[in-house]
Each structure stands twice: as C-alpha cells, then as structure tokens.
T-cell receptor, first 117, second 111 residues
C-alpha cells in the first residue's frame, strides 16, 4: 500500500522545546515538501527537497530545519526559534527530478497537528 | 512575495445549486493545479492545467485556465453534499518556481 505517512497525528509540546515531525513515503518520489497550514490560510511552503542530501528553503523557513538523508524520509524539526509554531503541518511528495517538480502533482500525507502550550 | 488570490473565501449553497471559485495572479502562470481538502483531511490533487484557454471536465467539475494564463476557475454543477470541503488552486510562476497556493474556498452544502 503506497503512500505518505506522517506521525504523530497530534503533538503537544511545551514552549521552548524543539520537536521533530516525521514524514515517510514509499512512492519512490524524488521530491518532498513541508507545508504549514493555518486556519483560513492556504498552504505555505517551509522547505523542499528535490533529491537526497539536498534541500532548499521555502517561503517561511525561519525557525525550522530539515534533513534528507534517505529518499523515503524528510523529517522536519520545529525549533524554539519559531515564534508561532502551533499549526497543521503537511508533508507532500512528487515524482520530481531537478527542474521537473513544478509540473507534477503532489501527494500529501495526513498531516500532524502541532500545539505548543 | 508573489501571490495567487482566490475568491470567495467561503461559499454556502443549497444542494443542487452551482458553485464557482476563482483564482487570479498578477503574473503569468506556467501551470495551475487544483486540490480539494475535505474537513479534517489533507489536500488531494484534482487536476492540472497547462495550456492557455484550456478547459477540462471531471463529471460535474469544470476547470478553466485563462487565455492570458493569469486566472483560473473551478465550477461545480449541481452540488452534492459530497462536494463539501476547501478547494485550493496552486499556481507556478516561471518554469522553476514552486507551487503557490491560494487561500482556498471553503464550500458548504446544505441538504
């Protein structure tokens, strides 16, 4: 059963703590993305990766970090530097390939709802 | 930064009525994609439009891409309760740019 998994579905953390959100895909996609969704807002791009061991900042990268050590995995760390971390985080992937990501549909995971207390 | 504007933000319709959401950009788009997000769910890809003036249909859904490739619309004929959700457009500016999502139109359908 192919797809994208994100865990956990709900996550609670205290202010000032770093937290890492998991994203795994078995679609053999090259490109992976992290988005943030706030109520009434569209999806805003945090980071993306077109290939293993490479990633680029999106529109709102401040306070976040990522790694792409394996093709299947693209974890996102929300650091204490992120001023307003409470949000719904969505991971996505696409077939990708350098220069081709913009023409491919994106497949989204179920999301992680992070609440910072 | 560059934006893709989407209107209306909310739309409430009676079951059987039609529904349209509009997407606009001040800059020419390379392509535009449409996604649907059910309440509590994640976005699911519906369609991609690439050519100027392109029109595509999926059953009761009709998607259009403007001649100038700066606007797009999604029209649903005779809405059903299963159409409930938020519809997002997402455009690409330039050949190497990322998807820029509109804020979405939240559709509610009264049975």
């Amino acid at each position: 059963d192919g797809g994208i998994t994100q865990s956990p579905k709900y996550l609670f953390r205290k202010e000032g703590q770093n937290v890492t959100l998991s994203c795994e895909q078995n679609l053999n996609h090259d490109a992976m993305y992290w988005y943030r969704q706030d109520p009434g807002q569209g999806l805003r791009l945090i980071y993306y990766s077109q290939i293993v061991n490479d990633f680029q900042k999106g529109d709102i990268a401040e306070g976040y970090s990522v790694s792409r050590e394996k093709k299947e995995s693209f974890p996102l760390t929300v650091t204490s530097a992120q001023k307003n971390p409470t949000a719904f985080y969505l991971c996505a992937s696409s077939i990708g390939g350098t220069g081709r990501i913009t023409y491919n549909e994106q497949f989204f995971g179920p999301g992680t709802r992070l609440t910072v207390l | 930064g560059q934006q893709v504007m989407q209107i209306p933000q909310y739309q409430h319709v009676q079951e059987g009525e039609d529904f349209t959401t509009y997407c606009n950009s001040s800059t020419t788009l390379s392509n535009i994609q449409w996604y649907k997000q059910r309440p509590g769910g994640h976005p699911v890809f519906l369609i991609q439009l690439v050519k100027s003036g392109e029109v595509k249909k999926q059953k009761r859904l009709t998607f259009q891409f403007g001649e100038a490739k700066k606007n797009s619309s999604l029209h649903i004929t005779a809405t059903q309760t299963t159409d409930v959700g938020t519809y997002f457009c997402a455009g690409v500016i330039g050949s190497q740019g990322n998807l820029i999502f509109g804020k979405g139109t939240k559709l509610s359908v009264k049975p």
